[in-house]
């Protein structure tokens, strides 16, 4: 049984540890090991996930038999008005497969819907085929592409899929 709650700010090392448990094989072959580090210590450091907090962004945790095992992370009123924005979405590779990550997104489009928010969208690497079917079987559709510098030679080459709530 999955049960999902939300992080108290204190709790967000455990965000961390399942993103540097999670991102070298859900990237293996997709980035470079530097590019994965880079990102990894850029976004799951933990002032950056205390200031994503204190900016209104939620992270759910979601735990089996009380082992965190997959985190999602979401911002209502995301840059474009009332569309709320998955910015994360992460299962430990043994936990795949398993609804999980259904749960979780399943959670935050309740979340976002109960705040009348119009759609929840996300990005997702364009290569990462993965991801991508799991989003378009859970009705996301893609809206565009986009390329994103994030520093030190590196770009974030992304699908950004939209669902309508």
Do not use: C
């Not at 009380?66 to 979401?74: P, W």
């Not at 290569?127 to 974030?156: C, H, P, S, W």
């Amino acid at each position: 049984m999955v049960h999902l709650r939300l992080l108290a700010k204190e709790e967000l090392m455990l965000i961390q540890r399942i993103a540097h448990q999670t991102w070298p094989s859900t990237f293996a072959g997709l980035l470079s090991e530097a590019q994965i580090d880079y990102m990894l210590n850029w976004m799951y450091a933990l002032p950056m996930l205390e200031s994503q907090v204190e900016k209104g962004h939620g992270f759910l945790v979601a735990e089996v038999e009380g082992e965190a095992v997959g985190f999602a992370g979401y911002e209502l009123n995301h840059l474009e008005g009332p569309k709320a924005k998955l910015h994360k979405l992460y299962l430990l590779p043994s936990s795949q497969g398993k609804g999980v990550g259904k749960a979780l997104l399943l959670e935050v489009a309740k979340r976002a819907r109960e705040a009348r928010q119009k759609s929840l969208v996300l990005n997702v690497n364009k290569y990462n085929k993965k991801a991508i079917d799991f989003y378009l079987a859970m009705g996301f559709v893609t809206i565009r592409q986009e390329v994103n510098d994030i520093g030190q030679g590196y770009v974030m080459d992304d699908d950004v899929m939209e669902l309508a709530l």
